[in-house]
């Protein structure tokens, strides 16, 4: 075997696995395509490169991805590190400028004496397997040729599903004779002396002006919703199937369960009071900042599949928008990933393949910061059998190792999962409060945590 351990892919799981073997004097190999070859989805040279939303969600300790990036924290992430440096305002939630994040997250990893980045496309997975421990974060647009080899090697179909990009407009061109700045859950902030801890111990910077809020009356959401749900798609290939993750589905798609599924959903107009009527409005869109300068918003929620002219006439009817400039536009993405329910243990690893682990979305982990988690253990434990030592193994107890146990856990209707406090063991003594014991399960996530850890 070779003195080095490969990494496939430079995304956010590939570059986590390869910032956390460096960091423990073994060298890295990072493959990554770019920019001799880009996905369908991607235009950035750098690394880390986001293209959905600008989101890493909540910051909060009582949320199951605000818990699961306290975690990675504690375990020295370079991403999360990054991502809290250069956060833009988002409330409760941690939003980051993504070109600032991708160009820091390269120059670290560039930087790093023990790195090579190699900008090649792998095709033949077998041969960089023989030669040294190997770890594929390739994502959820891997490559035709390599998904091709993974296939092979893992004798499974391969599986897709689908994930929508919101569009992002200006906010110069945003009319702000409708549209005001709040935040949902600045009340019960306020009222909430826990989360106000929380939120000072996190470092998370809280600005009433943080969404962009686009209020609608019932004339003016019918009107919306009629043109949405008639509104013209694209057109799939033939050998693509209509599998759609619940966690990501397009507005239309939602839109067509019901005319109230949406003021349920992301246009829910609870905890607002439209300023030009006192009242509190039928719908409401939000749109969150997309970068440092405050300059680009995406309408949240909006993850969409239609064709780019519907977009703009459609979204254009939301009042406030009437001349919105669309800078970039949804997009539905085809993505991969592996039965990993069967293929893998617990640490990311092939069950049949000695030196083989698999991280990020591939492997059915969902999420920004999921993602960067599973790159952190696929890291670690390859290092760890690199050096011939104990597998590590986070308790189930915590997000980390719960997300871990998931993906492992042999399931005949596997899809991917995001952090979320079903997944992990439930507490003896059945609690009511929703809140209080999202923060019990918390506390004794870190609890359990800094055991293994110290």
Same mark, same amino acid.
């Given at each position: 075997m070779k003195d080095y351990i490969n990494v496939i892919g430079g995304?956010?799981?590939?570059?986590?696995?390869a910032y956390q073997i460096a960091k423990r004097g073994i060298k890295v190999k990072l493959y990554e395509m770019k920019p001799n070859k880009y996905s369908p989805a991607h235009s950035n040279q750098n690394l880390a490169e986001?293209?959905?939303?600008?989101?890493? =969600?909540?910051?909060?300790?009582?949320?199951?991805?605000?818990?699961?990036?306290?975690?990675?924290?504690?375990?020295?992430?370079?991403?999360?590190k990054i991502a809290d440096s250069t956060s833009v305002p988002a409330?409760?939630?941690?939003?980051?400028?993504?070109?600032?994040?991708?160009?820091?997250?390269?120059?670290a990893i560039k930087s790093n004496p023990n790195i090579e980045v190699i900008n090649e496309e792998v095709v033949d997975l077998e041969k960089l397997i023989e030669e040294a421990i190997t770890i594929v974060a390739t994502g959820p647009l891997t490559a035709d040729e390599l998904a091709k080899n993974i296939s092979k090697i893992t004798a499974q179909d391969k599986l897709y599903f689908y994930d929508a990009a919101a569009p992002i407009v200006t906010k110069d061109s945003i009319n702000f004779d409708i549209a005001f700045w709040g935040d949902r859950y600045e009340q019960e902030r306020e009222k909430n002396e826990e989360i106000e801890a929380w939120k000072e111990r996190l470092r998370t910077t809280i600005d009433k002006q943080n969404y962009i809020n686009l209020p609608m009356n019932k004339e003016e959401y019918e009107n919306f919703y009629r043109n949405l749900i008639n509104a013209e798609v694209v057109e799939l290939h033939h050998f693509e199937k209509r599998e759609i993750f619940e966690g990501c589905m397009p507005i239309e798609i939602m839109a067509k369960r019901g005319e109230d599924t949406l003021r349920f959903g992301p246009l829910k107009p609870v905890g607002f009071t439209?300023?030009?009527?006192? =009242?509190?409005?039928?719908?409401?869109?939000?749109?969150?900042?997309?970068?440092?300068? *405050?300059?680009?918003?995406?309408?949240? *929620?909006?993850?969409?599949?239609?064709?780019?002219?519907?977009?703009?006439?459609?979204?254009?009817?939301?009042? *406030?928008?009437?001349?919105?400039?669309?800078?970039?536009?949804?997009?539905?993405?085809?993505?991969?990933?592996?039965?990993?329910s069967h293929l893998l243990t617990n640490t990311y690893k092939m069950k049949t393949i000695e030196n083989l682990y698999f991280a990020g979305q591939i492997t059915g982990v969902e999420g920004y910061?999921?993602?960067i988690s599973?790159?952190?253990?696929?890291?670690?434990?390859?290092?760890?059998?690199?050096? *011939?030592?104990?597998?590590?193994?986070?308790?189930?107890?915590?997000?980390?190792?719960?997300?871990?146990?998931?993906?492992s856990t042999p399931n005949e209707k596997f899809q991917p999962m995001n952090a979320n406090f079903g997944i992990v063991p439930g507490l003896e003594k059945r609690i009511k409060d929703k809140k209080e014991k999202y923060t019990i399960l918390a506390d004794r996530a870190i609890f359990k945590?800094?055991?293994?850890?110290?």
């Amino acid at each position: 075997m070779k003195d080095y351990i490969n990494v496939i892919g430079g995304g956010l799981a590939g570059t986590e696995a390869a910032y956390q073997i460096a960091k423990r004097g073994i060298k890295v190999k990072l493959y990554e395509m770019k920019p001799n070859k880009y996905s369908p989805a991607h235009s950035n040279q750098n690394l880390a490169e986001i293209v959905c939303s600008n989101s890493f =969600k909540s910051n909060l300790h009582t949320n199951a991805c605000g818990l699961l990036k306290e975690e990675l924290r504690a375990m020295d992430s370079l991403l999360i590190k990054i991502a809290d440096s250069t956060s833009v305002p988002a409330g409760q939630a941690l939003a980051v400028d993504r070109e600032i994040f991708a160009k820091k997250v390269t120059e670290a990893i560039k930087s790093n004496p023990n790195i090579e980045v190699i900008n090649e496309e792998v095709v033949d997975l077998e041969k960089l397997i023989e030669e040294a421990i190997t770890i594929v974060a390739t994502g959820p647009l891997t490559a035709d040729e390599l998904a091709k080899n993974i296939s092979k090697i893992t004798a499974q179909d391969k599986l897709y599903f689908y994930d929508a990009a919101a569009p992002i407009v200006t906010k110069d061109s945003i009319n702000f004779d409708i549209a005001f700045w709040g935040d949902r859950y600045e009340q019960e902030r306020e009222k909430n002396e826990e989360i106000e801890a929380w939120k000072e111990r996190l470092r998370t910077t809280i600005d009433k002006q943080n969404y962009i809020n686009l209020p609608m009356n019932k004339e003016e959401y019918e009107n919306f919703y009629r043109n949405l749900i008639n509104a013209e798609v694209v057109e799939l290939h033939h050998f693509e199937k209509r599998e759609i993750f619940e966690g990501c589905m397009p507005i239309e798609i939602m839109a067509k369960r019901g005319e109230d599924t949406l003021r349920f959903g992301p246009l829910k107009p609870v905890g607002f009071t439209d300023p030009r009527t006192g =009242k509190r409005p039928y719908a409401l869109v939000q749109l969150r900042q997309d970068d440092t300068e *405050g300059n680009i918003f995406n309408l949240v *929620g909006f993850q969409t599949n239609l064709k780019y002219g519907e977009q703009k006439r459609v979204f254009s009817m939301i009042p *406030g928008l009437e001349n919105a400039e669309f800078i970039k536009y949804g997009v539905m993405h085809r993505n991969t990933f592996i039965d990993s329910s069967h293929l893998l243990t617990n640490t990311y690893k092939m069950k049949t393949i000695e030196n083989l682990y698999f991280a990020g979305q591939i492997t059915g982990v969902e999420g920004y910061v999921e993602s960067i988690s599973s790159g952190l253990m696929a890291g670690i434990n390859a290092v760890n059998e690199f050096k *011939g030592e104990e597998e590590f193994i986070l308790p189930i107890e915590t997000m980390t190792g719960a997300l871990a146990n998931y993906i492992s856990t042999p399931n005949e209707k596997f899809q991917p999962m995001n952090a979320n406090f079903g997944i992990v063991p439930g507490l003896e003594k059945r609690i009511k409060d929703k809140k209080e014991k999202y923060t019990i399960l918390a506390d004794r996530a870190i609890f359990k945590l800094k055991e293994v850890i110290k």
